[in-house]
């Protein structure tokens, strides 16, 4: 008698059907907060923080950062109101991430981040970290709370 879930036939596991590497962006006026999915998409891992410096710059640590990782898309938070109209710095953001989608040949996916960066304060808060931490690492929490959504989103999930 073969137990549960043990009936392997000695065949290696099958490759997932399709790979996909999705950036997720959380910019702002200073900082750039960077997260990444893994390969499946399931999951939104955060990469770190980038400073900003001019636009030009910016654009080029952020398609090595792609290239790096061979993104296939790109999410993006862009700021709106609690009415739903534009934050008022969503149209550098955008013009910023359709620049990085077209440098790198990849669609660019605008996802509403109202709330985003509270949110990431919560859950930094409820993991005790010290507010010199929290400001160190709140904006990659952001752009992987953005991005973990889009990838909910995706699959379904509400």
Known sequence: MTPVGSAWNGA??????QE?????????????????????GFTAQ?????RR???????????????????????VGLPR?????????????????????EALGVPVIPWDERLSTQEAERVLLAADLSRRRRRQVV?????ALILQGYLDRRRGCP
Do not use: K
Not at 12 to 17: R, T
């Open 139 to 143: 904006d990659q929490v952001a752009a």
């Open 12 to 17: 290696p596991p099958s490759p997932p059907s």
């Open 46 to 50: 955060g990469l770190g923080v980038l």
């Open 53 to 75: 410096h001019s636009p030009a710059e910016d654009l080029a640590r952020l398609v090595a950062v792609g290239r790096q990782y061979r993104v296939q898309e790109i999410v």
């Open 81 to 101: 109101h609690l009415d739903g109209r534009p934050g008022q710095l969503a149209p550098g953001i955008w013009e910023l991430a359709q620049a990085l989608g």
């Open 20 to 40: 996909i590497r999705i950036l997720g962006l959380d910019v702002g006026e200073r900082r750039i907060g960077l997260a990444v999915s893994d390969p499946l």
